[in-house]
């Protein structure tokens, strides 16, 4: 095991670099706080913990890697049709200052290979978000492979970059359940899921209503449908859990954790909800 203090120090000093650059104070009038995905940045410590990188070098790669992955989710919120114009425009400014932020950080460091790198990752969410928001996929394995994609991408060219792409699968299965687990909180919570909005348009192609008008009968299906692919990834993560070398006890102390997260009994939720 990784001295989990150590891990735990990297993680939270990088963790309020972060923070410093993305809660700008104008920002935060118009828009909600930016959200950082700790887990995301937890794993991208983890795994450059094992490499020969000085920490400036380590702080510097998440750093630009956590920006860029910000302005990401930061431009999904503009879909929400209930954000007013100007929010809905600051919200976009936002993402677009995110990102000029991550190319200045690796312009600096003239890192251009590992720009290459990660604009592959953008490219490939941005392909994946598209495919999924315009409901062009008619396969639910399809949908459920471009939903991992939107969620690992980037870690994943990351890790290409670095060699070490053992941790690929391992990674997609961890983020992509905790997307799935994440939307089914959401549909239950609001009645609106992007991936059940999908899952709909697959399964009850010529049903026109929205997820949360359909029948009881149909919406314990779609919940059967996610429950199938968090039973799925969740044996991945459990078998990597005992497999994959290095990992330190504070990334498995999380993993275990999202993993308690998952309640199966899709009808019980959605009696309930």
């Given at each position: 095991?990784?001295?989990?203090?150590?891990?735990?120090?990297?993680?939270?000093?990088?963790?309020?670099?972060?923070?410093?650059?993305?809660?700008?104070?104008?920002?935060?009038?118009?828009?909600?706080?930016?959200?950082?995905?700790?887990?995301?940045?937890?794993?991208?410590?983890?795994?450059?913990?094992?490499?020969?990188?000085s920490y400036s070098d380590m702080q510097n790669y998440a750093l630009s890697t956590m920006l860029i992955q910000i302005?990401?989710?930061?431009?999904?919120?503009?879909?929400?049709?209930?954000?007013?114009?100007?929010?809905?425009?600051?919200?976009?400014?936002?993402?677009?200052?995110?990102?000029?932020?991550?190319?200045?950080?690796?312009?600096?460091?003239?890192?251009?290979?590992?720009?290459?790198?990660?604009?592959?990752?953008?490219?490939?969410?941005?392909?994946?978000?598209?495919?999924?928001?315009?409901?062009?996929i008619q396969e639910i394995e399809e949908l459920m492979t471009r939903f991992g994609l939107i969620e690992s991408s980037?870690?994943?060219?990351?890790?290409?970059?670095?060699?070490?792409?053992?941790?690929?699968?391992?990674?997609?299965?961890?983020?992509?359940?905790?997307?799935?687990?994440?939307?089914?909180?959401?549909?239950?919570?609001?009645?609106?899921?992007?991936?059940?909005?999908?899952?709909?348009?697959?399964?009850?192609?010529?049903?026109?209503?929205?997820?949360?008008?359909?029948?009881?009968?149909?919406?314990?299906?779609?919940?059967?449908?996610?429950?199938?692919?968090?039973?799925?990834?969740?044996?991945?993560?459990?078998?990597?859990?005992?497999?994959?070398?290095?990992?330190?006890?504070?990334?498995?102390?999380?993993?275990?954790?999202?993993?308690?997260?998952?309640?199966?009994?899709?009808?019980?939720?959605?009696?309930?909800?």
């Open positions: 095991m990784i001295k989990l203090l150590d891990i735990r120090q990297k993680f939270t000093n990088i963790r309020e670099q972060v923070e410093k650059r993305v809660c700008d104070p104008y920002l935060l009038k118009y828009i909600e706080i930016p959200i950082i995905d700790e887990d995301k940045l937890l794993i991208l410590v983890s795994i450059m913990d094992r490499l020969e990188l302005a990401l989710d930061t431009h999904e919120h503009i879909s929400n049709e209930s954000v007013e114009e100007k929010n809905r425009q600051l919200t976009v400014l936002a993402g677009d200052y995110f990102s000029g932020l991550y190319y200045k950080l690796l312009a600096d460091t003239e890192e251009i290979k590992m720009i290459k790198a990660l604009s592959r990752g953008i490219k490939e969410v941005n392909e994946n978000k598209i495919s999924v928001y315009q409901k062009e980037l870690l994943a060219h990351l890790s290409e970059y670095f060699k070490v792409d053992l941790w690929n699968d391992f990674i997609g299965n961890l983020l992509l359940f905790k997307r799935l687990l994440h939307e089914k909180s959401q549909f239950i919570q609001t009645g609106s899921s992007v991936l059940f909005e999908a899952l709909k348009s697959i399964v009850f192609p010529i049903n026109n209503n929205k997820v949360i008008d359909l029948s009881k009968e149909q919406q314990s299906h779609l919940f059967l449908c996610c429950d199938q692919y968090l039973e799925r990834s969740k044996k991945v993560i459990e078998k990597g859990l005992e497999q994959l070398p290095y990992l330190n006890e504070l990334l498995e102390s999380r993993i275990i954790s999202i993993l308690s997260q998952y309640q199966p009994n899709a009808k019980t939720f959605v009696e309930e909800g």
